[in-house]
Structure formats: C-alpha cells, structure tokens
C-alpha cells in the first residue's frame, strides 16, 4: 500500500533559525495536504499542493511539491515560538479513499 | 460554528469493557473518518465512511468497528478493548474525498486500557 515517509522525527531550533521537513510517497500523488497539530490540540489543514512543482507561501512558511509529486517540504523561515507543535504531511494518491500520513515532524523551538 | 465534536475526552477503561466514542460534525459532511495517532506513527486511519451507510476499512481495523446511520454521526465502537489500543483518537471530516478537500479534526479523544 501507500507509505508516506516524514523527516526528521524531531527537530530543536533556536528561534529565528529556519527549518525544513520533507515527505516522501512511495506512489505517484493526486496531492498532497499539510497540517499542524500543536501540543495537546488536534491536527488543523495547513495548505494543499495539486501541481508537479507547486510553491505556495503563507507568510514564513513555504510549501513545495515535487516535479514527480512524489516528495514534498515544509520550510519555516525565522522560526518564532509560536510555530511550537507537530507538522503532518497527508498524501493522496487520487485512487486511494483515504489521506495517508506522514509520522509527522515535531518542531520545538528555543527562546 | 462549524466543528467536530468527540466524546469523551479520556477514558480509562478495563479489557473486555465494550465503549463508544462519539463524533458528530455539523457541517453536513460526507466523508468521516477515525484516526489513531501513536508515538512515531503518525496518524493511521482505522475506517471511513463516504456517506451514510457506506463504510470501509482503513489501515488499522482490527478490533473496531463504526456505523454511519445519520450523516452527522460516525461513532467508533470498541466490542473488546485491549490494551495495544491505548492510544489518541481523531474523528475528522471532510466535504466529500477524491478531490483532496481538507480535513477537520475533533478535539481527540484519548483512550488507556488496563
């Protein structure tokens, strides 16, 4: 079946450091969605990437999806406190009836 | 407000002791699912259901089961709880599935059997 692999498990910055997580699909996707889960809370949609090659910025946080929409990242620029929490990558390979997850990024960031 | 709704919260319950955790969104979704998320796991879907009475399984499936009599509800029914399903429970919805709409998550419910 589908597996959708998330690097890396944990990752410490210092604030206003930058910082990447990258997801990687065993198969071709449809697309691909991103969430964050703060601790203690619930996973809250990010973004979705349809395109082979699709950027998409939301203020510090840029989104990319591959050219063989077959891996995709998560880049923070300038770290802040608040971007504390737990970032899922959510592939959808189109044929599948169901989100498959990555194991998520745990982000903590240090004032 | 638009919103999905899990009850109880935390459980602690017995091994054997049958119990239901429920979902209920008001957004008039089609699409429910349950996830459980366990350390390094991420999230693993346990069924689905793509709208009332049409159910199917997901990842994890052993040992639950789900109905989907209303179209706001998709509870999640545990007929003999063991402890290896110790663990945080995610009801999300979503509009429909196939065109990659988002997903909304309840509040979770986290669940240790003894």
């Known amino acids: 079946g589908q597996q959708v692999m998330q690097i890396p498990q944990y990752q410490h910055v210092q604030e206003g450091e930058d910082f990447t997580t990258y997801c990687n699909s065993s198969?071709?996707?449809?697309?691909i969605q991103w969430y964050k889960q703060r601790p203690g809370g619930h996973p809250v949609f990010l973004i979705q990437?349809?395109?082979?090659?699709e950027v998409k910025k939301q203020k510090r946080l840029t989104f990319q999806f591959g050219e063989a929409k077959k891996n995709s990242s998560l880049h923070i620029t300038a770290t802040q406190t608040t971007d504390v929490g737990t970032y899922f990558c959510?592939?959808?390979?189109?044929?599948?009836?169901?989100?498959?997850f990555g194991s998520g990024t745990q982000l903590t960031v240090l004032p | 407000e638009a919103q999905v709704t899990q009850n109880p919260r935390y459980l602690i319950t017995v091994t054997g002791k049958k119990l239901t955790v429920t979902c209920s969104q008001n957004?008039?979704?089609?699409?429910m699912s349950w996830y459980r998320q366990d350390p390094g796991l991420g999230l693993r879907q346990i069924y689905y259901?793509?709208?009332?009475?049409?159910?199917d399984k997901g990842d994890v499936p052993e040992g639950y089961k789900v109905s989907r009599k209303e179209k706001r509800n998709f509870p999640l029914i545990l007929e003999s709880p063991s402890p290896n399903q110790t663990s945080l429970y995610f009801c999300?919805?979503?509009?429909?599935?196939?065109?990659?709409?988002?997903?909304?998550f309840g509040q979770g419910t986290r669940l240790t059997v003894v």
């Open positions: 999300a919805s979503s509009l429909f599935r196939g065109r990659g709409t988002e997903a909304f």
């Open positions: 959510a592939g959808d390979s189109g044929s599948a009836r169901q989100l498959t």
């Open positions: 990437l349809v395109k082979s090659g």
């Open positions: 957004m008039n979704h089609e699409y």
């Open positions: 198969t071709t996707l449809s697309n």
């Open positions: 259901s793509m709208n009332v009475e049409v159910t």
